[in-house]
Nanobody, 129 residues
Framework: QVNLAESGGGSVQTGGSLRLSCRASGLNMNAKCMGWFRQFPGNEDREAVAMIYMYLGGGDTSYADSVKGRFTISQDYAKDTVYLQMDSLKPEDTAMYFC???????????????????WGQGTQVTVDS
């Protein structure tokens, strides 16, 4: 059974920083996709924020255009953990952030939430103007 344990999140002022962590257990795969989606208030959809294709010795990253240059995703392969460093936060970043994981498909990490079957419980990020 896969479990994704998230930590971090909270409330900050505009321009502030937060760091999210997600530790996986039970994935049991050498290469994996792990990353973050977010869900805005009143919206059922989850949009991809940042993803990392994790493998021993490296990781390939991808970002939503809205967070490029502000957010950084990184990994600790040995601990099956990913981190999302969020800098220069804006009020429009306010959302529930969810960690997701799955096996890569076609050598890539899918970008849509319905393609993921392992999810964390979510952590709230609030950015005050």
């Amino acid at each position: 059974q896969v479990n994704l344990a998230e930590s971090g999140g909270g409330s900050v002022q505009t321009g502030g920083s937060l760091r999210l962590s997600c530790r996986a257990s039970g994935l049991n795969m050498n290469a994996k996709c792990m990353g973050w989606f977010r869900q805005f208030p009143g919206n059922e959809d989850r949009e991809a924020v940042a993803m990392i294709y994790m493998y021993l010795g490296g990781g390939d990253t991808s970002y939503a255009d809205s967070v490029k240059g502000r957010f950084t995703i990184s990994q600790d392969y040995a601990k099956d953990t990913v981190y999302l460093q969020m800098d220069s936060l804006k009020p429009e970043d306010t959302a529930m952030y969810f960690c997701a994981a799955r096996k890569p498909y076609g050598g890539m990490c899918p970008e849509f939430s319905y393609e993921y079957n392992n999810w964390g419980q979510g952590t709230q990020v609030t950015v005050d103007s």
